[in-house]
């Protein structure tokens, strides 16, 4: 029987609707904000009933075979974000203060009763029973911290620029039942700027040169590259403007805060001379690119541009109470810019568009700099440091003046499939830092380069804002494990145990994220590493992987056919391939310098095998296709000529990333690297034959190896249109036996 609860079913008391399924400050879509924050104030601070449907909605998407068993309870009556789990054996009541809430009660009980896990990615709700069991007692939960942001400037690039609505819907549907309230909304932001630059002299063709492909669109609203990977059409900026709307109205319907792009000033090239009284301050260059101009926000056209933006984006995507903005990002030139009084100025131009909203500015590098923070209402700033877990002797409060700010990790660049991340570090500074006398830490930002990697560290990150206590991180992933693959086995405890005090218990001081692979590495017998920002050297001793992989072949074959227990052992096993690359190659060097021919061979051979094996590998599991990323490029092409555009942006961010100068200047060829079925054998694979290939030939001559043009080689690839396929093949099971019967116990 269904236990859908609907308003009619609601006390009467309870019926006085505000906008329905709201965040707290935002409007309906479309419609004007508040003339003033206290108007907002005041209707803000009245308990109010909301629409809990988008969250059954969401609810019977995650679960569509036990949601029958849940009643959501809207609870307008908590004054902070709260959920309450309640019930009986196939009755659950979840009660909470919005939609997500209710959602984020759901995923509290399917961890701490059911013994179930809905990760990014893999699940284990296929090990439920018919019957949902009954709740012990009653258990009520509060966001410990008001603040719980998601999603980096550079997810939607490396991530997946092209992903469809309901990729984006289960993404949301992830975010909430995990707790999160805060999303950032980048697709489709380039359109409000197409249209309201039209009125700034621009035509519409020079504008669509302009603004890049949706890959690296990432980093044109970041103010550091523009016109690469285009030119756009204005059918693919339509449709990513009405996706971005989709987006945020889905958000808005769980009680979720669409974080929206702000505008502080990015213009194209000759704006001050084709618009008298502005000053525009050139931003030089950033890793290869000329950077857009910086329109001075203190001179008077700047408004006027502010506002026909902030206007076209009301149109699109409807209004906020919070906007992601960072100036200078990355270096720039602030020219005879007076920061402080830029700042005030950018700040001032939001809120003539939306009063009192919130500027989120990403902590990074130098920034925010004091400058900037002396120049604004720092009560209406949100900080998301993303160096939270990467230094140490880090104080917050000192470094930005007790500015609010959110405890942040990037433990994942560009993308890279790589298992670790510092949660010890996670877990003791959201802890200490939360308790000091001054402290200004108001929330949580998850801000890996790209996510759906780790489903662990998104688990445990996001459980920081809902655990009253501090969290035992032995306890935490013994508990994970029972629930991963829907039920305790002393195989699966044992796994993640190895790689709970290896890959997850890596430590701060300069690295946030593990190393990456040197099969995706540019070939040279001296490779410490495929992306040039990224650790040099294992950062945990690869055994624990090894170890893990064993463990994870013997688990209960009853609990193997779940999605989250397949994607742990590839993934597992992927990473064990990995690690044992950083062991091939010294051995490879050696043969080599040793003028060793048969050796070289031999170990040569070897490493090939190694990539086969590691294609194929990868090849069974949907979260590892190339194929998928290539199609989803492609079928956003109105003819195969904007097929093929489009497909080079999405190949090109994964390998030379950019021009010559930013590729090899810039070091951003493999930044993006990842072990993906097709990216291995195409390019990596290829990669490395001729290198090797061309020093067996230097040993059989007793020459020098010849050149070879790393760029030109990888640039071939990013202009191939080759097909790869988009659905899994083989057996994960079969295949991640194979790499353990073949690779050393212990390394």
């Known amino acids: 029987m269904s236990r859908r609860v609907t308003l009619a079913a609601l006390p009467a008391a309870l019926l006085t609707l505000a906008v329905a399924g709201a965040a707290p400050g935002a409007t309906a879509r479309g419609t004007q904000p508040p003339a003033a924050a206290g108007a907002g104030h005041e209707v803000r601070d009245r308990p109010r009933v909301f629409d809990a449907s988008p969250a059954r909605a969401s609810l019977e998407r995650l679960l569509p075979k036990h949601a029958g068993q849940f009643t959501l309870v809207a609870d307008p009556a908590a004054t902070k974000d709260a959920f309450t789990v309640s019930g009986t054996a196939g009755a659950i009541t979840i009660r909470g203060s919005t939609g997500a809430t209710l959602l984020t009660g759901v995923g509290w009980y399917l961890q701490h009763v059911a013994g179930a896990d809905i990760g990014w990615p893999g699940d284990s709700i296929g090990m439920l029973p018919a019957e949902l069991p009954a709740v012990p007692a009653p258990v009520t939960r ?51 700027y197409y249209r309201a630059l039209q009125r700034f002299g621009y035509t519409a063709e020079e504008l669509r040169e302009w603004i890049p492909g949706p890959g690296h669109q990432s980093w044109w609203l970041l103010q550091n590259l523009s016109g690469f990977g285009g030119p756009v059409t204005e059918q693919l900026m339509k449709a990513r403007a009405e996706l971005g709307g989709r987006i945020a109205e ?16 990015t213009v194209p090239p000759s704006f001050a001379d084709r618009n008298p009284g502005a000053v525009t301050v050139p931003q030089g260059d950033w890793a290869g690119f000329d950077r857009p101009d910086w329109l001075d926000p203190v001179s008077p056209v700047f408004a006027k541009l502010a506002a026909d933006y ?26 005879s810019v007076d920061v402080k009084e830029a700042a005030g100025a950018v700040q001032q131009a939001l809120w003539a568009a939306h009063p009192g909203a919130l500027w ?35 104080d917050r409060e000192v470094r930005w003046g007790g500015a609010p700010y959110a405890m942040g990790s990037i433990y994942n660049f560009g993308g890279h499939t790589t298992v670790g991340a510092n949660t010890s570090v996670w877990i003791d500074r959201f802890g200490s830092w939360r308790a000091k006398a001054d402290s200004a830490l108001t929330g949580i930002a998850y801000l ?32 994970f494990a029972g629930r991963r693959y829907g039920r305790p086995d002393a195989e699966a405890a044992a796994a993640w145990e190895e790689l709970r005090t290896g890959p997850y218990s890596t430590s701060s001081g300069l690295w946030s994220e593990s190393q990456d692979s040197l099969f995706t590495a540019r070939p040279s017998l001296t490779a410490l590493g495929s992306a040039y920002w990224s650790p040099k050297a294992m950062r945990y001793p690869a055994g624990s992987v090894r170890r893990a992989l064993d463990h994870l072949l013997k688990v209960d074959p009853l609990l193997r056919g779940s999605s989250a227990y397949r994607f742990d052992l590839v993934d597992t096993a992927r990473q064990a391939l990995a690690n044992h690359s950083r062991v091939l190659l010294p051995r490879i060097k050696a043969a080599y310098e040793a003028r060793d021919l048969t050796l070289f061979r031999e170990l040569t051979t070897e490493w090939a095998n190694r990539e086969k094996q590691l294609d194929a590998l990868v090849g069974s599991d949907p979260n590892f296709l190339l194929g998928s990323w290539l199609s989803a490029a492609r079928s956003h092409g109105a003819d195969e000529a904007e097929k093929d555009r489009y497909e080079y942006d999405a190949r090109s961010i994964l390998s030379v990333w950019g021009r010559q100068s930013t590729s090899e200047g810039g070091f951003l060829h493999d930044y993006a690297n990842r072990e993906w079925a097709g990216l291995v054998s195409e390019l990596y694979a290829r990669r490395w034959a001729s290198y090797f290939a061309s020093l067996d ?19 071939e690839w990013a202009r191939l249109t080759t097909r790869h396929p988009d659905r899994p093949s083989g057996d994960p099971y079969v295949l991640a036996a194979r790499v353990a019967a073949t690779l050393p116990k212990v390394e």
Do not use: C
């Open 142 to 192: 509060t966001a410990l911290v008001a603040h719980r942001y998601a999603l980096n400037d550079t997810d939607d690039g490396y991530t997946g620029p092209y992903r469809t609505f309901e990729e984006h819907q289960r993404q949301i549907d992830l975010l909430a039942l995990h707790g999160i309230n805060e999303v950032f909304v980048q697709v489709g932001a380039e359109y409000p």
């Open 250 to 265: 889905q958000l808005r319907g769980l009680g979720m805060t669409p974080v929206l792009p702000g505008y502080f000033g």
């Open 310 to 335: 902030y206007a076209e984006q009301r149109a699109l995507f409807g209004d906020s109470t919070m906007y992601r903005m960072s100036p200078l990002h990355e270096g720039g030139h602030t020219g």
């Open 360 to 394: 989120a500015v990403l902590g990074w590098q130098d920034d925010p700099t004091k400058e900037l923070l002396a120049g604004v209402d720092t009560s209406k700033l949100l900080i998301m440091d993303g160096l939270s877990d990467r230094y140490n002797r880090l």
């Open 448 to 479: 890996p380069e790209a996510t759906g990697t780790n489903p662990a560290a998104f688990d445990l990150f996001t459980d920081l804002a809902w655990e009253p206590g501090p969290i035992d991180q032995q306890r935490w992933f013994a508990d």
């Open 697 to 715: 030939e230097a040993l059989v001559l007793e020459a020098a190896p010849r050149a070879i043009d790393w760029h030109a080689f990888e640039e």
